[in-house]
């Protein structure tokens, strides 16, 4: 199964702007005037240019609100070094949001970027989470 990954932000220069910047992905193209397609992790980024206030379902009252927000589902950038890619994503304009935490031979931290969408950066000892089996 392939994923794609869609990022709703108000502003699609800005936000092609900090996904490139912050983690060193590239534009592959702009589909129609709104969408942006970012291309260089192991899933492709899709960046939907959304006005505040719009709706994105039906079923749900609210409108879109670019401050700070909570979803259950985020998305979680694994890096190599932890430390550069901090530097890295505060430099482009994210908002470091807890300390480093240590789990099961990883290191994670969270962040929020620009429009208020959460997401961490885990570095692994190994290739995942270490089941505490030697």
């Known amino acids: 199964m392939k994923m ?3 990022i709703d ?3 699609l220069k800005n936000g092609i702007d900090f996904y490139c910047s ?3 992905l590239n534009l592959k193209r702009i589909l ?3 969408v942006a397609e970012l291309a260089g992790g192991s899933s492709t980024i899709y960046l939907l240019q959304k006005e505040k206030g719009s ?6 009252p609210d409108g879109r609100n670019y401050s700070r927000h909570w979803t259950p589902v985020h998305i979680d950038f694994v890096v190599d070094d932890l430390n550069q890619a901090v530097k890295r994503v505060l430099d482009a304009g994210a908002i470091g949001e807890t300390e480093v935490i240590c ?3 990883s290191r994670c931290m969270s962040f929020s970027d620009p429009f208020g969408n959460g997401f961490c950066l885990i570095e692994f000892d190994n290739e995942t989470y270490s089941d505490g089996i030697a």
Do not use: E, M, N
């Open 103 to 105: 789990w099961r031979h």
């Open 4 to 6: 794609l990954i869609d």
């Open 9 to 11: 932000v108000p502003d």
């Open 22 to 24: 912050a983690f060193d």
């Open 32 to 34: 129609d005037t709104d």
């Open 55 to 60: 709706k994105c379902a039906r079923s749900i």
